[in-house]
């Protein structure tokens, strides 16, 4: 281990006070705190919020502020944690690490989105960066299993002009009836992309990239394992030869080229055992 990496501004433990809780789906909630070194992240990063008593997870910065020092993440509710901290209200005490991780590339030109589940948080904070640089058009394909579940649609309209945010629901209660990556490839047969970014569940990303590699587009895609340490050192988070906290989340297709034997197929849970994704 390396004494720099566990040394950092970033790894030090703060702790802070919810600020504000939104609710924004049956099963998401949005939660603002101030923090002055995670107001500095890049979209694409991730913290750990540690919910006192419960545990420490994972989680995409959705939004900063970085003059008011504040941030923003969107929590689904899925176990104990994410549980525990929906049970919270502004005023309660949490704790954080980071920003940890590369974030994406910021591309030029025009921009593909592809977000399923909860997976659009961090895109919608990349979104906001890009549409305030010198990108030509963004599109959006968000998915989720029900119209309830669809978050950010309106910050999504309002970045990227309306008629280039597109949904699909599972259920087809709205937009396209089908898989995010579904529609997402017949976007890409249509139109010609500089790039296209991803996150979601992965045989979604997986979807997404191998349509993105046949098409001849670049691509990155934020990837989810296993996070303990969030440095580098633990090796929980392994997949193919990059640990995803320290080298990604987010990795671009040649990367995800080198590992296909595992991306999308396997992942290890918390006895290192490997199980399907
Ligand atoms: C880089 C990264 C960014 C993420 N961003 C978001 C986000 O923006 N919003 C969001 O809602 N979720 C996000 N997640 C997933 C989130 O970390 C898990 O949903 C959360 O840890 C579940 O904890 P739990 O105790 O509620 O559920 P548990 O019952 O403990 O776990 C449910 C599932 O969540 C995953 N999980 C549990 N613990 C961890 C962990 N320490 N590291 C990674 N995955 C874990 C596992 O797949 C597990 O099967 C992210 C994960 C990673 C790795
Ligand atoms: S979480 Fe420990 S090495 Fe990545």
Request: hydrophobic fraction near 40%.
């Amino acid at each position: 281990m390396k004494l720099s990496a566990w040394l950092t501004a970033a790894n030090k433990h703060r702790t802070t006070r919810i600020m504000n809780v939104e609710v924004v789906s049956p099963t998401v909630k949005v939660f603002t705190f101030q923090d002055k070194q995670c107001a500095k992240a890049k979209p694409g990063q991730f913290l750990m919020l540690w919910v006192p008593g419960v545990d420490e997870i994972p989680l995409s910065v959705l939004d900063v502020d970085r003059e008011r020092a504040k941030v923003s993440v969107a929590v689904k509710r899925v176990g104990e944690a994410t549980k525990a901290l929906h049970s919270m209200k502004a005023g309660d005490w949490i704790g954080m690490r980071g920003p940890f991780g590369n974030g994406f590339t910021l591309k030029r030109g025009k921009i593909l989105m592809v977000g399923g589940g909860v997976g659009i948080a961090p895109l919608t904070f990349l979104a906001k960066n890009l549409a305030s640089g010198k990108t030509s058009k963004i599109v959006v394909v968000i998915g989720a299993k029900t119209r309830e579940e669809l978050i950010f649609m309106d910050n999504l309209r309002r970045l990227c002009e309306e008629e280039n945010v597109l949904a699909a629901t599972e259920d087809g209660s709205y937009g396209v009836k089908g898989l995010a990556s579904s529609l997402a490839e017949s976007v890409m047969a249509e139109e010609k992309f500089n790039m296209v970014y991803t996150c979601g569940p992965e045989p979604m990303t997986r979807r997404v990239l191998d349509c993105a590699e046949k098409v001849g587009i670049y691509a990155e895609a934020s990837l989810e394992r296993l996070m303990r340490c969030a440095i580098g050192i633990c090796g929980s988070c392994v997949v193919g030869g990059y640990r995803v906290c320290r080298d990604g989340p987010v990795f671009n297709i040649n990367q995800l080229k080198t590992f296909k034997d595992e991306f999308g197929v396997w992942k290890r849970d918390f006895n290192g055992k490997r199980i399907p994704v």
